[in-house]
């Protein structure tokens, strides 16, 4: 089992940047890639980043990038999501999640066995 606790969300205004976190713990030493997700109300789940274990190799949904950046602290079995230039359409539930498989990519919520509560981005305009 693993469990995954995401902070750092609020509310900011547009342009504004914000930092979230994804603390893991359980049995996180077999898992292959980290990602973050945001759910928008009506919206289904949608990809917004993930990060390779332990490559590092990154992916990010068009809409994100050149805004936000995804890393991770190993030490402290952390996972970050930095955004910045924030938009309203940015606005969502974004969750982390965790993933157990091996696959060539992370782009979809299917590929991910463990996610977290969701932390609230609000941004306003």
């Known amino acids: 089992q693993v469990q995954l606790v995401e902070s750092g969300g609020g509310l900011v205004q547009a342009g504004d940047s914000l930092r979230l976190s994804c603390d893991a713990s359980?049995?996180?030493?077999?898992?292959?890639?980290m990602g973050w997700f945001r759910q928008a109300p009506g919206t289904e789940r949608e990809f917004v980043a993930a990060?390779?274990?332990?490559?590092?190799?990154?992916y990010y949904a068009d809409s994100v990038k050149g805004r936000f950046t995804i890393s991770r602290d190993n030490a402290k079995d952390t996972v970050y999501l930095q955004m910045n230039s924030l938009k309203p359409e940015d606005t969502a539930v974004y969750y982390c999640?965790?993933?157990?498989?091996?696959?060539?990519?992370?782009?979809?919520?299917?590929?991910?066995?463990?996610w977290g509560q969701g932390t609230q981005v609000t941004v306003s305009s």
């Open positions: 990060i390779r274990r332990p490559s590092g190799i990154t």
């Open positions: 359980g049995r996180i030493f077999n898992s292959y890639a």
């Open positions: 999640a965790d993933s157990k498989t091996y696959y060539e990519t992370y782009l979809a919520a299917n590929r991910f066995n463990y």
